[in-house]
């Protein structure tokens, strides 16, 4: 199961997690991606640590001007 969001806020994030961790299934992804906000340690912590015990794998997207932070599945944390 794949949630994906764009410019969505923390408490819409934070939807899309409860949704991936009741669905049970073996590894869901969520996929977070911003243009032009600035960060939020709600969804950053949504990110780098995720309910679901290791079950729900992130990725995570945010462009500020021409500063960029990303981070990818295999990542521990955002760079």
Known sequence: MIEVGLDYDLTHLAGDEEKLVNSCVAYGYLIHL???AG???????IINQPK??????????????????RKL?????MQ
């Not at 679901?52 to 932070?69: E, H, K, L, P």
């Open 34 to 36: 911003e243009r032009e």
């Open 39 to 45: 960060a939020d340690p709600g969804i950053e912590k």
């Open 73 to 77: 599945v295999a990542d521990a944390r």
């Open 52 to 69: 679901g015990d290791g079950c729900i794998r992130t990725a995570y997207g945010r462009v500020i001007g021409s500063a960029r932070f």
